[in-house]
């Protein structure tokens, strides 16, 4: 059958190729991705003791290649389809193999018109639509961007944007120095199951204005909305308005830049059949206000940026605060053990490296997470019952060997969470990338890398709160000869404290607050080397020494160690 299905797919690819030629379309190209992928595996320390039963080694990997077929009869009709071979490491004469579409798309341009239907990748602003990362990775060492990069390829997650399958309409019409423009979307999010489930849309738009270039104009809509069946169990819509104003001064000496956005949300959603002493209906509506100021000083290459932000404990906006990582997803690595009885949570090491963490779906409800990784803004910028203040000083882009931030934010939150005390929030982070192989004048790289997150979350009174945690990176890169690279990384996190975590129901309102006490320590230690055959094409070989230990539980302390081989090649 697995050969049947290669089969019937390299036959579809190849007839199509030449349906194309034979309709002579101005364009068809194609281009991809092949990679190999094998890690060898090892758990030890005290999670282990006394566990006969669990594999604690292991071999695994898989060879996958994405071939995406580009057309283009003409600007008005275009279309990309990646079709994706993958084969499990181990598997024999394609045993194991899966064949499948991976992205679908058509798209082009009519006018002052542009398309797409398909999966189409949607951002807008911060409070709408926007896919945020919650953890400060922004100067972690190469050798972990790389190997993030393999999880986020997986998901397809590129930017900020969120994939979706539906349809966009984009117009622009420039006069002279000012231009408008209209962009709008749908999408469906879930679909019906004919019978307790009703089909659920995504739509939304903006309205964009440029006078010429000092000021922007913008106001945005995201609808999230049930089409009621009479069946369903659920009636829900979340409604999302904004608009926003930019300022830009571009002197002789200096940038200046101020930015302003606020809106208000309405979330209803209610049962279809109420039950008797059920909270089978919530509606609310909030507001959020967001203003930035921007400084950017040319001589110096330095930029100051402060922040001034205000969201409502009731702002709801799902497409903004969903959250790109599961904390509550178990690891594929390991993840059960003492005799497959214990779910191993997952630690950094696992939203790195690991492609079952990520989320591809929006939620109507604010889903659970881990204090100890993010605390201040879980939700992104976009976090309900906030209200602060931030400055950075950064380096601007006329520093080009030199690249660093420092920053610092001041968050406390509006309304109490079960009790009247607030909570309040500090979080400094900072970072800086030396690319010391230019500033030496040599031919070869040799970049540095430092960051650190440091977050403090306090709360007096009957439910009192006391929560730190810090997380540091470092890394190096250096090219010992013409295209290989000696790759080194160490990521560290510590936190300590107690605090309460609070699940939320399907009318997104907090239930019963659930005491949590952190006391942990966890890091990556990682070497490794790099060769660069050409621009598009890789190998890897990295070893990682992972280490967590629960000083609360001392039986949950455990080690991971795992040595990577990658090849990657685009064409």
């Known amino acids: 059958m697995k050969n049947e299905k290669l089969l019937l797919a390299t036959l579809l690819i190849v007839s199509f190729g030449a349906a194309l030629n034979a309709q002579k379309p101005t364009a068809f190209s194609m281009n991809g991705l092949g990679r190999s992928f094998i890690t060898?595996?090892?758990?030890?320390?005290?999670?282990?003791?006394?566990?006969?039963?669990?594999?604690?080694?292991?071999?695994?990997?898989?060879?996958?290649?994405?071939?995406?077929?580009?057309?283009?009869?003409?600007?008005?009709?275009?279309?990309?389809?990646?079709?994706?071979?993958?084969?499990?490491?181990?598997?024999?004469?394609?045993?194991?193999?899966?064949?499948k579409f991976r992205q679908f798309k058509i798209m082009g341009k009519l006018k002052h018109f542009n398309y797409e239907i398909g999966d189409v990748r949607i951002e807008l602003t911060p409070f709408t639509m926007f896919n945020f990362g919650d953890m400060y990775h922004k100067y972690e060492g190469e050798i972990f961007q790389r190997r993030r990069s393999i999880s986020e390829y997986e998901n397809l997650n590129i930017g900020n944007g969120w994939l979706l399958q539906g349809a966009h309409l984009q117009y622009k019409k420039e006069f002279e120095n000012n231009a408008v423009g209209a962009y709008g979307f749908v999408t469906r999010t879930t679909a019906t199951n004919e019978m307790s489930v009703s089909d659920r849309l995504l739509s939304g738009g903006r309205l964009a204005a440029h006078l010429g270039t000092a000021f922007k104009f913008g106001a945005t809509y995201v609808g999230l909305t049930n089409v009621d069946i009479a069946s369903a169990q659920y009636s829900y819509k979340n409604y999302v308005g904004t608009g926003d104003v930019e300022y830009v001064k571009n002197g002789s000496a200096s940038v200046f830049k101020t930015r302003f956005e606020g809106g208000v949300s309405s979330f209803t959603n209610k049962k279809v059949v109420p039950v008797a002493l059920d909270d089978s209906a919530k509606s609310y509506a909030d507001y959020f206000l967001d203003l930035t100021l921007h400084l950017a000083l040319k001589k110096s290459g330095l930029k100051v940026v402060v922040n001034v932000v205000d969201v409502g404990p009731y702002f709801s906006s799902p497409t903004a605060q969903t959250r790109r990582v599961v904390d509550t997803n178990n690891p594929s690595l390991f993840g059960s053990v003492n005799n497959a009885s214990v779910l191993r949570s997952p630690i950094l090491f696992d939203r790195m490296a690991s492609e079952q963490m990520y989320n591809s779906k929006i939620s109507y409800v604010l889903t659970p997470f881990l204090n100890q990784y993010n605390n201040a803004q879980p939700y992104g910028k976009a976090t309900p019952n906030r209200m602060g203040a931030s400055i950075a000083l950064a380096s601007d882009t006329a520093l080009k060997n030199v690249d660093f931030e420092i920053a610092a934010d001041y968050l406390k939150e509006l309304v109490g969470e079960g009790v009247n005390q607030l909570r309040s929030f500090m979080v400094i982070k900072g970072g800086a990338k030396i690319s010391l192989g230019k500033m030496l004048g040599w031919s070869r790289k040799f970049e540095v890398s430092v960051g650190a997150r440091m977050e403090k979350t306090n709360r007096a009174g009957s439910g009192k709160i006391d929560l730190g945690s810090t997380v540091a990176d470092a890394g190096l890169s250096f090219e010992i000869v013409k295209k290989l690279d000696v790759l080194f990384g160490y990521k560290m996190l510590n936190a300590n404290g107690n605090e309460f975590s609070a699940n939320r129901n399907a009318f997104n309102t907090v239930t019963t607050p659930i005491g949590l006490s952190v006391n942990s320590s966890e890091s990556i230690a990682s070497a490794g080397l790099q060769l660069r055959f050409t621009t598009q094409q890789a190998f890897s070989l990295h070893y990682n020494l992972v280490s967590y230990t629960n000083n609360l539980a001392s039986a949950g302390s455990y080690n991971i160690s795992q040595l990577l081989l990658s090849y990657t090649g685009t064409f």
């Open 40 to 99: 060898s595996n090892g758990l030890s320390g005290n999670i282990m003791e006394g566990d006969s039963k669990t594999h604690n080694v292991g071999v695994g990997g898989y060879n996958l290649f994405d071939l995406q077929n580009n057309l283009s009869v003409d600007s008005a009709f275009q279309a990309m389809a990646t079709y994706r071979i993958r084969s499990e490491f181990g598997a024999f004469y394609g045993s194991n193999n899966s064949f």
